[in-house]
């Protein structure tokens, strides 16, 4: 696995620009690790990221007929949502103690968080890959 990322190289990416759906039942009641907190707090937006756009394509109707089953797609979409995780936690050690008090009380995240998920795992995509040559 690549280094984490230092927290100075969230300066360089943009806003993220859709509006991140927030958990249900916020703020946690137990006491939670911060990578935690902060997965909790992502996850809805983490789920629909990892979900491939091309699953519906090929779907079909999900009957006999289609070329893409259920558990295919539960399968594709677990496997990114393990790549997205690692990426996750890796972003959330760069947060700053302001940033996580904003989470705990609110689930919101920053505006560059994020951009640096995504880029944090295609840099661990492309770690592996070049790990597998």
């Known amino acids: 696995m690549p280094p984490r ?4 190289r969230r300066d360089g990416l943009g806003p993220y620009k859709r509006k ?7 703020p946690p ?9 902060v997965w909790l707090a992502a996850r809805p937006e983490i789920e629909r990221l990892a979900q491939p756009w091309w699953t519906s394509l090929i ?4 009957g006999r007929g ?3 089953s259920h558990r295919d797609r539960k399968e594709i979409r677990g496997h990114r949502m393990r ?4 990426a996750c936690e890796a972003v959330a050690l ?12 609110s689930a919101e995240l920053p505006p560059w968080f994020f951009p640096a998920v995504q880029q944090v795992r295609g840099e661990q995509i492309a770690y592996r890959r070049q790990r597998r040559h």
């Open 94 to 105: 760069t947060l700053t103690k302001e940033e996580l008090a904003v989470v705990q009380e």
């Open 66 to 68: 289609s070329y893409l």
């Open 83 to 86: 790549e997205y995780a690692e």
């Open 29 to 37: 009641r137990e006491r939670l690790r911060p990578e935690r907190l």
């Open 59 to 62: 779907t079909g109707s999900g």
């Open 5 to 8: 990322p230092p927290a100075a």
């Open 20 to 26: 991140v759906r927030k958990p249900k039942d916020w």
